[in-house]
């Protein structure tokens, strides 16, 4: 079970951080990842992150902005989100898989992991 939480609503370059907690699982086998999806359009590749912590991946539309990181003594990836834009208006979700494949992959399909959570709310203001 993935349970994702932190959205809320922020001020053009304001920072929101998200955090997904994994229960229920051998959490820190398990890469996770952050997609998004706003209204009207298809779900977006965010960020994702190896079971160790090691590998990292971001969207385009994000890198330079935004980090993904993870406790696995909590059981929580964190996505710190810096440098907000009214384009980033979305509902985040975070997912987790056994594989961890390229950010290209994740870019390409928009989806690609296994297990995928609730969704939290961000919204930017302008």
């Known amino acids: 079970q993935l349970q994702a939480s932190g959205g809320g609503l922020v001020q053009t370059g304001g920072s929101l951080r998200l955090s997904c907690i994994v229960s229920g699982r051998t959490f820190n086998r398990y890469a996770v990842g952050w997609f998004r999806q706003a209204p009207g359009r298809e779900r977006e590749f965010v960020a994702a992150i190896s079971w160790k912590g090691h590998q990292t991946y971001y969207g385009r539309s994000v890198e330079g902005r935004f980090t993904i990181s993870r406790d696995n003594a909590k059981n929580t990836v964190y996505l710190q989100m810096n440098n907000l834009k009214p384009e980033d208006t979305a509902v985040f979700y975070c997912?987790?898989?056994?594989?961890?494949?390229?950010?290209?992959?994740?870019?390409?399909?928009?989806?690609?992991?296994?297990?995928w959570g609730n969704g939290t709310l961000v919204t930017v203001s302008s």
């Open positions: 997912a987790a898989d056994l594989t961890l494949y390229s950010g290209q992959y994740y870019s390409m399909r928009g989806d690609g992991m296994d297990y």
